[in-house]
């Protein structure tokens, strides 16, 4: 096959280069597929989701670039119900729904690797992670909603125990969608 490159230059393509090229546009077309498809959900079945499937998020997850290549955003599962009603009342932007899910994420960067850079590169990787985690979840036909990590200042004091003086970069909520 003759493919033109570029206004002067054309290149003779065996089958290989024509399939494989053909693989790299679907490719391309099914993440932006992904991406149309990616939303928000707070309202979630009972359906449990398989710890395998919960593993291979943060798995993937930490594929996501972080700053010099940390990578010290860790994730923390939280799935026992007291816990998820103790978040569902700390955390201001999942208060009243964040509960239901059947897992959440907890996000936690390791003060000691940000050193200085506390301020904000903590959020940055973990915003970068976030976006990761929707697509992963997308992909899987899981829901899901980040949860920024506002916590009002009276409750931080139950909330110490739970996050190990470790700096709290949000949670992501996540479970089958109600139907
Ligand atoms: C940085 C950030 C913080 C967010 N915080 C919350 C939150 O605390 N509670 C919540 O219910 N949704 C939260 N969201 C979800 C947004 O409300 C949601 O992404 C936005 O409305 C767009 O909707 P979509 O995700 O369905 O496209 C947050 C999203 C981002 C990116």
Not at 69 to 98: C, F
Request: hydrophobic fraction near 35%; charged fraction near 30%; proline fraction near 2%.
């Amino acid at each position: 096959m003759l493919e033109r490159m570029s206004r002067n230059t054309f290149l003779y393509m065996d089958k290989y280069q024509t399939r494989y090229l053909q693989h790299q546009k679907r490719k391309k077309e099914s993440l932006i597929k992904l991406m149309k498809k990616r939303h928000s959900e707070r309202i979630f079945s009972d359906k449990k989701v398989p710890d395998k499937l919960v593993k291979k998020i943060i798995d993937l997850s930490k594929l996501a670039p972080s700053s010099c290549d940390r990578k010290a955003v860790e994730i923390k599962i939280v799935d026992s119900r007291d816990d998820k009603q103790l978040l569902g009342g700390l955390l201001v932007g999942g208060v009243g729904w964040i509960h239901r899910a059947d897992r959440i994420l907890v996000l936690l960067a390791n003060r000691g690797a940000y050193k200085e850079n506390l301020y904000y590169m903590p959020y940055l990787d973990a915003g970068v992670m976030i976006n990761q985690i929707y697509l992963i979840c997308t992909e899987l036909n899981l829901k899901c909603c980040y949860v920024n990590p506002n916590v009002r200042e009276n409750h931080l004091r139950y909330f110490s125990d739970f996050i190990d003086n470790k700096l709290f970069c949000g949670a992501i909520a996540i479970g089958y969608e109600d139907i």
